[in-house]
Antibody, heavy 119, light 107 residues
């Protein structure tokens, strides 16, 4: 069974930086595109970023463009989200999710990691 | 970006009921729509993709229909484990966008 485990969340001050990781196991990570999706406390889901299986294609939601960077290390079976210049509205649980097919739906998700942006 | 609107936002129902959730998008997306179920404190789980294709392991009481701009998720016979929040998501183009969610609660 696919396993995705996020880490790196915590409390960060506005304007600060944080790097989230998503460790993948029990599937061939380098064959799959991946996504980050977030959920603010008590709110709905928001797609954040996509990366192709080899890291060549990347897409972002407008609100994080120029601040967040998605990347992956296929040799380590790990997905990353570098978050810079964070804002209070970035406070959310961040989930990584395996791409279902060619950048479309999302298959298995991790359990999420909470990022709180507060002074 | 493509807007996605779900209705209702809250649905009160009883075990055994047939329930329907609607999802409308701001432009035609063919069948590029998925449905997810989320229980409190848990990650979402994929139910349906391509508007009507059931993900493996999902009970057959769940079904999806629609194309273009109007879509529906139907639970034919509500079970206790189905009380949760449901989200639709369009993947016709980036940025992917979700509906606001429909919470199905016990009446």
């Amino acid at each position: 069974q696919v396993q995705l485990v996020e880490s790196g969340g915590g409390v960060v001050q506005p304007g600060g930086s944080l790097r989230l990781s998503c460790a993948a196991s029990r599937f061939n990570f380098s064959d799959y595109a991946m996504h980050w999706v977030r959920q603010a406390p008590g709110k709905g889901l928001e797609w954040v970023a996509f990366i192709g299986y080899n890291g060549n294609n990347k897409y972002y939601v407008d609100s994080v463009k120029g601040r967040f960077t998605i990347s992956r290390d296929n040799s380590k079976n790990t997905l990353y989200l570098q978050m810079n210049s964070v804002r209070p509205e970035d406070t959310a649980v961040y989930y990584c999710a395996q791409d279902g097919y060619s950048g479309r739906w999302y298959g298995p998700w991790g359990q999420g990691t909470l990022v709180t942006v507060s002074s | 970006a493509i807007w996605v609107t779900q209705s209702p936002s809250l649905l009160s129902a009883s075990t055994g009921d047939r329930v329907t959730i609607s999802c409308r998008v701001s432009q035609g997306i063919s069948s590029y729509l998925a449905w997810y179920q989320q229980k409190p404190g848990k990650a979402p789980e994929l139910l349906i993709y391509a508007a009507s294709t059931l993900q493996g392991g999902v009970p057959s009481r769940f079904s999806g229909s629609g194309s273009g701009t109007v879509f529906t998720l139907t639970i034919s016979y509500l079970q206790s484990e189905d009380f949760a929040t449901y989200y639709c998501q369009q993947y016709f183009s980036f940025p992917h966008t979700f509906g606001g969610g429909t919470k199905v609660e016990i009446k």
